[in-house]
C-alpha cells in the first residue's frame, strides 16, 4: 500500500463515502446511483461487505470495473457483471421487494425525509429545473431502506419542499403505511457536518453522530427546521489509512467524486 501523503487532510466527500459504506450489509442487494454511492459501494465491497451485489438503475448488475465509471449507464460497468438486462428489469428488482437499500441524493430536504429532485420555485415556471425523480421514488417507495447522501446548508434542509419528488416519512407516523409504502423509509441522511437519523417516535430528522471537529451549534445553523438529537451524540469514525487507501488509489484514483486529482 502506497503511504498516503499526509499534506492530504481528509476531505468530506471521503467522510460521507466512509459514512455510506457502513450503511450497506454483507450480502445486501443494494441499488447504487452515481457519484459517492457508487464510491460508497465499491468501498464496502473492498471491506466489510464482500458479499454485496450492485443494481445500477440501467439494468447493470454487480459488474467488477476496471475503472470508475462516469453514471450508471457508462460502458465501464460491463466489465464482470453478472447481467445486463435495461432499466426496466432493475426497478422490477425494486418492485418486487429484493431490494435491501438504496441510496439516494437531492436538492431539498424537509424534517421527515421527504425529497425534492424536480424544481425549485413554481412548477410551470421554475428558477430551476432539476433533473427529476428518475428511479427515486421507486426507490423510496419500495427498498427495504434507502439512505440520502447530501451537503447540509439551509437552502437544502428545509422547512417545506417546493415539490415532492420522492417520499420520506411524508407526514410523520403511520404515513407511509397508510399510503401502501412498504419497508423502513429513510433511515440516515449522510452530509458532510454530520450523519442524521430518525427520531423512532416522530420520524423526524435529529442529529446521532457528528464528525470530529463539528459542533451540535454548527450543524443545526445549516438547518432550515427544528433538527433534534439522539440522547446520546456519537463519534463518526476517521477513515482509517485502509480506507484512504482504497479511496485514493484503487476506488478513484483520478479524483472524480472525491476529491481533485491526484499528480
Same mark, same amino acid.
Given at each position: 500500500?502506497?503511504?498516503?501523503?499526509?499534506?492530504?487532510?481528509?476531505?468530506? %466527500?471521503e467522510r460521507m *463515502?466512509?459514512?455510506?459504506?457502513?450503511?450497506?450489509? %454483507?450480502?445486501?442487494?443494494?441499488?447504487?446511483?452515481?457519484?459517492?454511492?457508487?464510491?460508497?459501494?465499491?468501498?464496502?465491497?473492498?471491506?466489510?461487505?464482500?458479499?454485496v451485489r450492485l443494481?445500477?438503475? #440501467?439494468?447493470?448488475? /454487480?459488474?467488477?470495473?476496471? !475503472?470508475?465509471?462516469?453514471?450508471?449507464?457508462?460502458?465501464?460497468?460491463?466489465? +464482470?457483471?453478472?447481467?445486463?438486462?435495461?432499466?426496466?428489469?432493475?426497478?422490477?428488482?425494486?418492485?418486487?421487494?429484493?431490494?435491501?437499500?438504496?441510496?439516494?441524493?437531492?436538492?431539498?430536504?424537509?424534517?421527515?425525509?421527504?425529497?425534492?429532485?424536480?424544481?425549485?420555485?413554481?412548477?410551470?415556471?421554475?428558477?430551476?429545473?432539476?433533473?427529476? #425523480?428518475?428511479?427515486?421514488? /421507486?426507490?423510496? #417507495?419500495?427498498?427495504?431502506?434507502?439512505?440520502?447522501?447530501?451537503?447540509?446548508?439551509?437552502?437544502?434542509?428545509?422547512?417545506?419542499?417546493?415539490?415532492?419528488?420522492?417520499?420520506?416519512?411524508?407526514?410523520?407516523?403511520?404515513?407511509? !403505511?397508510?399510503?401502501?409504502?412498504? +419497508?423502513?423509509?429513510?433511515?440516515?441522511?449522510?452530509?458532510?457536518l454530520a450523519i442524521?437519523?430518525?427520531?423512532?417516535?416522530?420520524?423526524?430528522?435529529?442529529?446521532?453522530?457528528?464528525?470530529?471537529?463539528?459542533?451540535?451549534? *454548527?450543524?443545526?445553523?445549516?438547518?432550515?427546521?427544528?433538527?433534534?438529537?439522539?440522547?446520546?451524540?456519537?463519534?463518526?469514525?476517521?477513515?482509517?489509512?485502509?480506507?484512504?487507501?482504497?479511496?485514493?488509489?484503487?476506488? %478513484?484514483? !483520478?479524483?472524480?467524486?472525491? +476529491?481533485?486529482?491526484?499528480?
Amino acid at each position: 500500500m502506497r503511504e498516503l501523503d499526509p499534506r492530504r487532510e481528509i476531505s468530506p %466527500d471521503e467522510r460521507m *463515502a466512509v459514512a455510506a459504506a457502513r450503511e450497506i450489509h %454483507d450480502g445486501d442487494v443494494a441499488f447504487i446511483g452515481t457519484g459517492l454511492p457508487m464510491v460508497a459501494a465499491y468501498l464496502a465491497k473492498a471491506t466489510h461487505a464482500p458479499g454485496v451485489r450492485l443494481v445500477f438503475e #440501467s439494468g447493470i448488475v /454487480d459488474p467488477e470495473p476496471r !475503472e470508475l465509471a462516469m453514471g450508471v449507464g457508462d460502458y465501464k460497468l460491463a466489465h +464482470g457483471s453478472t447481467k445486463i438486462a435495461g432499466t426496466a428489469y432493475a426497478l422490477s428488482l425494486l418492485q418486487g421487494g429484493r431490494v435491501d437499500i438504496g441510496f439516494l441524493g437531492t436538492a431539498e430536504i424537509d424534517a421527515f425525509g421527504n425529497l425534492n429532485s424536480t424544481v425549485i420555485g413554481a412548477y410551470r415556471k421554475p428558477r430551476v429545473r432539476l433533473p427529476g #425523480s428518475g428511479g427515486a421514488n /421507486d426507490i423510496a #417507495s419500495m427498498a427495504k431502506r434507502f439512505v440520502t447522501i447530501c451537503r447540509m446548508d439551509r437552502r437544502r434542509f428545509v422547512e417545506k419542499l417546493q415539490y415532492l419528488t420522492t417520499p420520506g416519512f411524508l407526514t410523520g407516523p403511520g404515513a407511509r !403505511e397508510a399510503a401502501g409504502l412498504p +419497508g423502513a423509509g429513510p433511515v440516515r441522511v449522510i452530509t458532510d457536518l454530520a450523519i442524521l437519523g430518525f427520531d423512532p417516535e416522530t420520524n423526524r430528522l435529529r442529529v446521532e453522530e457528528l464528525y470530529p471537529g463539528i459542533s451540535l451549534d *454548527a450543524v443545526r445553523a445549516q438547518c432550515g427546521f427544528d433538527l433534534g438529537e439522539a440522547g446520546s451524540i456519537g463519534e463518526a469514525p476517521v477513515p482509517t489509512p485502509g480506507q484512504l487507501h482504497l479511496l485514493r488509489d484503487v476506488i %478513484d484514483p !483520478e479524483g472524480i467524486y472525491i +476529491g481533485p486529482k491526484r499528480a
